[in-house]
């Protein structure tokens, strides 16, 4: 028979709570142990670095044109501190509310937190809604955007059908993801998934090498004011994959120990992103204005269809990390998330996937929507809102004085986190969100004018005769 045990620790003012679900002693449970049941400190680290880098791997050498190769790489390492410094104020907010609630008897054990969930809280129901709406909305698009990029991938292997057709394909194979329970069972997923993107850089990378540069190549980025902020907030969005933190935290046995994983996680993604960027940019320039998909200019190979068939299974995986926080949402709005069945918790998820698919058919461009979303959503949701809401949290003097975290020394406690984050709010809002959101709109807008909504084939090479 099936037991459970749940051990209970107490670690400062924090609880802990494991739970063993099947006998750890048949082969069956072992193998769930090995492949799907996932809550350790590593298993985390996989699905940051895993989120993280995705798609936006094979756009970062767009980026790269828009921006000039000295600023792209400074925004990369710039952007890569400051989102492993809001995804840990994050799970700060997430530790204080969890212990509050755990000390008014709360159990959760059959409950996913989520972000919203945090905010009001600690803050109240204002706070929920905002982050509600721009947490749903970002990773609504998030989702979108790995449609996009299967389509796009998929079409450099097989370009028989269009990519508006590949789409339909995808979105029926990426809707599958509403049998996956919760972020605990992304174990193998994961692992694999970054497997995938670390192969899949270093093909950009040694592959452009070896092509060499092109006849007449040209590095004359940046040229104009709205590419250079549409590069900027692509980069923003790169290292703003932690819009899906709490989820990824409430999955660990140990959730305390997630403070530096997402900064962990970074520097390893830094080492797929920089030299795959730079080489990819230094073989092609300007070439890669109107290629944002850097796939697209590599010669055909076995090498490059693997890179193309690794990168559609992870797109798989991402589309899953992205959508499964949506689907939580939308489990407790219909009350449905408690129940045990993941058959009938799959189709009250369906209704999630029908218009990620729909918008993934109207706005099909690959590239140009990742610096819109950085801009207007990604802007808030992962960076303004969690430093606004840290500031908030602990604005009172008993509020810092019981404080489940504290701030770190080398940082000069309070007053220096309460600096940093102002400077966050401030440069997000002026830069990311003012000159991005300005730049991404034009450049999004223009991409509407050009090749029109529902287009077929975006960026698409005419077929020879």
């Given at each position: 028979?099936?037991?459970?045990?749940?051990?209970?620790v107490?670690?400062?003012?924090?609880?802990?709570?494991?739970?063993?679900?099947?006998?750890?002693?048949?082969?069956k449970?072992?193998?769930?142990?090995?492949?799907?049941?996932?809550?350790?400190?590593?298993?985390?680290?996989?699905?940051?670095?895993?989120?993280?880098?995705?798609?936006?791997?094979?756009?970062?050498?767009?980026?790269?044109?828009?921006?000039?190769?000295?600023?792209?790489?400074?925004?990369?390492?710039?952007?890569?501190?400051?989102?492993?410094?809001?995804?840990?104020?994050?799970?700060?907010?997430?530790?204080?509310?969890?212990?509050?609630?755990?000390?008014?008897?709360?159990?959760?054990?059959?409950?996913?937190?989520?972000?919203?969930?945090?905010?009001?809280?600690?803050?109240g129901?204002?706070?929920?809604?905002?982050?509600?709406?721009?947490?749903?909305?970002?990773?609504?698009?998030?989702?979108v955007?790995?449609?996009?990029?299967?389509?796009?991938?998929?079409?450099?292997?097989n370009?028989?059908?269009?990519?508006?057709?590949?789409?339909?394909?995808?979105g029926?194979?990426?809707?599958?993801?509403?049998?996956?329970?919760?972020?605990?069972?992304?174990?193998?997923?994961?692992?694999?998934?970054?497997?995938?993107t670390?192969?899949?850089?270093?093909?950009?990378?040694?592959?452009?090498?070896?092509?060499?540069?092109?006849?007449?190549?040209?590095?004359?980025?940046?040229?104009?004011?709205?590419?250079?902020?549409?590069?900027?907030?692509?980069?923003?969005?790169?290292?703003?994959?932690?819009?899906?933190?709490?989820?990824?935290?409430?999955?660990?046995?140990?959730?305390?120990?997630?403070?530096?994983?997402?900064?962990?996680?970074?520097?390893?993604?830094?080492?797929?992103?920089?030299?795959?960027?730079?080489?990819?940019?230094?073989?092609?320039?300007?070439?890669?204005?109107?290629?944002?998909?850097?796939?697209?200019?590599?010669?055909?190979?076995?090498?490059?269809?693997?890179?193309?068939?690794?990168?559609?299974?992870?797109?798989?995986?991402?589309?899953?990390?992205a959508?499964?926080?949506?689907?939580?949402?939308?489990?407790?709005?219909?009350r449905?998330?408690?129940?045990?069945?993941?058959?009938?918790?799959?189709?009250?998820?369906?209704?999630?996937?029908?218009?990620?698919?729909?918008?993934?058919?109207?706005?099909?461009?690959?590239?140009?929507?990742?610096?819109?979303?950085?801009?207007?959503?990604?802007?808030?949701t992962?960076?303004?809102i969690?430093?606004?809401?840290?500031?908030?949290?602990?604005?009172?003097a008993?509020?810092?004085?019981?404080?489940?975290?504290?701030?770190?020394?080398?940082?000069?406690?309070?007053?220096?986190?309460?600096?940093?984050?102002?400077?966050?709010?401030?440069?997000?809002?002026?830069?990311?969100?003012?000159?991005?959101g300005?730049?991404?709109?034009?450049?999004?807008?223009?991409?509407?004018?050009?090749?029109?909504?529902?287009?077929?084939?975006?960026?698409?090479?005419?077929?020879?005769?």
């Open positions: 028979m099936a037991s459970e045990k749940v051990e209970t107490i670690a400062g003012n924090y609880v802990e709570m494991e739970r063993e679900e099947g006998n750890p002693k048949s082969t449970g072992k193998f769930s142990k090995f492949f799907w049941d996932g809550g350790s400190a590593c298993d985390a680290w996989f699905s940051c670095a895993s989120n993280q880098v995705a798609q936006v791997l094979l756009t970062l050498p767009y980026s790269f044109s828009q921006l000039g190769l000295l600023s792209g790489i400074l925004f990369q390492l710039f952007y890569g501190l400051m989102g492993s410094w809001t995804a840990y104020l994050i799970s700060v907010l997430y530790m204080e509310y969890r212990t509050r609630k755990e000390r008014e008897k709360v159990d959760f054990r059959n409950h996913v937190i989520q972000w919203f969930e945090v905010l009001d809280g600690l803050l129901k204002h706070w929920r809604n905002v982050g509600l709406f721009f947490n749903c909305t970002f990773l609504l698009f998030g989702s955007i790995q449609l996009i990029a299967c389509a796009s991938n998929i079409y450099y292997i370009d028989n059908l269009d990519k508006r057709t590949w789409t339909y394909i995808f029926a194979c990426c809707a599958t993801t509403v049998f996956i329970p919760s972020f605990h069972n992304y174990r193998i997923w994961s692992f694999l998934g970054l497997l995938m670390s192969y899949t850089a270093w093909y950009l990378t040694i592959a452009s090498l070896l092509h060499g540069q092109i006849e007449g190549v040209k590095h004359s980025g940046p040229t104009t004011m709205v590419l250079y902020f549409t590069g900027a907030t692509n980069i923003l969005y790169t290292f703003g994959g932690h819009a899906v933190t709490v989820e990824i935290m409430h999955a660990m046995w140990k959730p305390q120990k997630f403070k530096l994983i997402y900064l962990i996680a970074t520097l390893y993604v830094l080492t797929l992103t920089l030299p795959s960027a730079s080489a990819v940019y230094w073989a092609f320039g300007d070439l890669l204005l109107t290629h944002s998909n850097a796939l697209s200019l590599l010669p055909r190979s076995g090498y490059r269809d693997a890179a193309v068939v690794l990168m559609l299974i992870h797109q798989f995986i991402t589309f899953g990390f959508c499964t926080p949506l689907y939580f949402v939308w489990e407790k709005f219909i449905v998330h408690y129940t045990k069945s993941v058959f009938k918790r799959a189709l009250a998820r369906l209704p999630v996937v029908i218009p990620i698919w729909f918008l993934a058919i109207v706005f099909p461009f690959f590239g140009p929507i990742n610096s819109t979303v950085g801009s207007l959503l990604v802007s808030f992962v960076y303004i969690p430093s606004l809401a840290h500031m908030v949290t602990f604005s009172s008993s509020a810092r004085e019981n404080a489940v975290d504290r701030p770190p020394r080398f940082l000069g406690g309070w007053v220096g986190l309460y600096c940093v984050n102002f400077f966050v709010v401030v440069w997000v809002f002026v830069v990311g969100f003012g000159f991005g300005w730049a991404s709109m034009l450049n999004f807008i223009r991409q509407i004018d050009s090749f029109g909504l529902f287009t077929k084939c975006y960026q698409c090479p005419p077929h020879k005769a």
